[in-house]
């Protein structure tokens, strides 16, 4: 096990990350839920859908996935020749487990004259049993691509599918999964929140429940976020994503306050515990012994690869 290796506590990591990319020719890829120490030191900072643009496109000979394993996974599968890394393969996800493959299969069978829209955060075995993949920044655009009376099945994200069926009038079937991170804020304590701060723009992910999505100024993937923040007029804002993304949102604006929305625990903030298993020390080590690799079966990448092209392709229709 790579994680019972010591780090020599005088090391310099970021200097020596930075010689190991280069020796190697890495690409560092880091969502933008990745602590700040690992944003600072990641080749691209992105969204699901950035990052999946970028691993395809690299003529990096080893990608480093610093997000959790549903986002290395589909760099695998969309870039197969390249040596994957990712620091800690316990990052996994609630919301694609929330999605079992034999249970998934059964829902299809229930409804077989529907198109299955799937969001990028499943596994490779859900996205080969899928027709199209999607992204929070390209979701609703996929489903109004189709047509109005086109039967559709949304999964695994309830939150976000039903955000998109409010959006496009349209009556997708949603499977009832849920992402940890996002069901949790309370509305009782963001209503306080706003009374405290009544110039702040409340600014939320669509994973978020439909209560919390009803007192949004703005919904958006965490790009969008990012980018309103950015070119908002407003000074103060209240972030219902995970704490992550503020980082980014700070050094783009430093003059302007971002408060992270709590979370219904004793907790102040909302971080999610997969993307923050990933460490400098973990990132460190992968990059030494080029381990954990992400080793796949070619068959299912074969599968997946499918769904997934297809969402790229309509992204890049659609100019995103
Ligand atoms: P995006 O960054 O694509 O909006 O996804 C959010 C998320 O929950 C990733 O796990
Ligand atoms: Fe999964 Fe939610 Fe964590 Fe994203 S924030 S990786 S959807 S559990």
């Not at 010689?19 to 839920?33: F, I, M, R, S």
């Not at 993307?275 to 599968?303: A, F, G, H, R, W």
Request: aromatic share 6%.
């Amino acid at each position: 096990m790579l994680l019972d290796k010591e780090v020599d506590p005088s090391l310099d990591l970021f200097e020596e990350i930075k010689t190991l990319k280069k020796e190697k020719n890495v690409l560092l890829l880091a969502h933008y839920y990745q602590n700040n120490d690992i944003q600072d030191i990641a080749d691209y900072i992105g969204d699901s859908l950035g990052l999946a643009q970028q691993a395809q496109k690299t003529n990096a000979d080893i990608i480093l996935f610093a997000g959790v394993h549903f986002m290395a996974e589909t760099a695998k599968i969309l870039n197969p020749t390249k040596k994957v890394l990712i620091p800690d393969l316990n990052a996994g996800c609630s919301l694609a487990d929330s999605c079992p493959t034999d249970k998934f299969k059964e829902f299809k069978e229930k409804h077989p004259d529907h198109i299955i829209i799937t969001y990028i955060n499943c596994t490779a075995e859900i996205k080969a049993l899928s027709d199209i993949i999607c992204t929070s920044s390209n979701a609703v655009q996929i489903v109004e691509s189709l047509p109005k009376d086109q039967k559709i099945i949304f999964a695994p994200d309830k939150n976000l599918g039903a955000y998109i069926n409010k959006k496009t009038k349209r009556n997708m079937v949603l499977w009832d999964g849920t992402c940890m991170v996002h069901e949790i804020f309370s509305l009782e304590k963001l209503i306080k929140l706003k009374v405290q701060n009544p110039k702040a723009k409340i600014i939320a992910h669509p994973e978020c429940e439909e209560a919390i999505l009803e007192h949004a100024d703005f919904i958006g993937s965490t790009t969008a976020l990012l980018n309103y923040s950015k070119k908002s007029d407003d000074k103060e804002f209240i972030v219902l994503t995970e704490t992550g993304i503020l980082h980014q949102m700070q050094k783009a604006s430093p003059n302007k306050t971002f408060i992270p929305a709590p979370p219904n625990n004793s907790c102040a903030c909302n971080d999610c515990p997969y993307m923050k298993l990933n460490t400098l020390e973990k990132i460190y080590l992968s990059l030494k012994y080029e381990q954990p690799e992400l080793v796949m079966n070619v068959d299912l990448m074969e599968k997946a690869k499918r769904p997934i092209l297809k969402m790229l392709e309509l992204s890049a229709k659609f100019g995103l």
